[in-house]
């Protein structure tokens, strides 16, 4: 029982410490393009026809008129004028919250569960 104990408590400890890893805690800003938006966290620009493209690396440049980054498939070239919106990643403080609390509930819920399947009381 000691054994089966040990291995969940290791396995909650693993998912909690993972936890903020995970993609859920991050968002997506769009920001309005204009030439004062920061390009230097970029990850996808949406076009004002409503395409979207995601850059393979974070960052773009611009010269002339024209933003360059790294795409999935190669170098992106896009003139300026065609770009609605500019997406930035960012850390969400909330999702993280969110998921480890959701990931603490669940735990403990299955070692509950567990504990009632083991045959373990606390009567005398």
């Known amino acids: 029982m000691f054994r089966t104990w040990r291995r969940s408590v290791g396995t909650f400890a693993m998912l909690v410490t993972l936890a903020p890893s995970i993609?859920?805690?991050v968002s997506t800003q769009h920001i309005p393009f204009d030439s004062t938006v920061a390009l230097d966290r970029a990850a996808g620009v949406s076009m004002r026809s409503g395409k979207e493209?995601?850059?393979?690396?974070?960052?773009?440049?611009i010269s002339n008129d024209?933003?360059?980054a790294l795409g999935r498939t190669g170098k992106v070239i896009i003139p300026t004028?065609?770009?609605?919106?500019?997406?930035?990643?960012?850390?969400?403080?909330?999702?993280t919250v969110g998921l480890v609390v959701g990931v603490?509930?669940?735990?403990f819920v299955v070692f509950l569960i567990a504990l009632s399947?083991?045959?373990?009381?606390?009567?005398?």
């Open 23 to 25: 993609a859920g805690c």
């Open 53 to 61: 493209i995601s850059f393979s690396m974070p960052g773009a440049s």
């Open 66 to 68: 024209t933003m360059y």
């Open 81 to 95: 004028d065609s770009i609605a919106a500019v997406s930035k990643k960012k850390f969400s403080a909330v999702r």
């Open 104 to 107: 603490a509930a669940g735990a």
């Open 117 to 124: 399947h083991s045959g373990f009381s606390f009567a005398r």
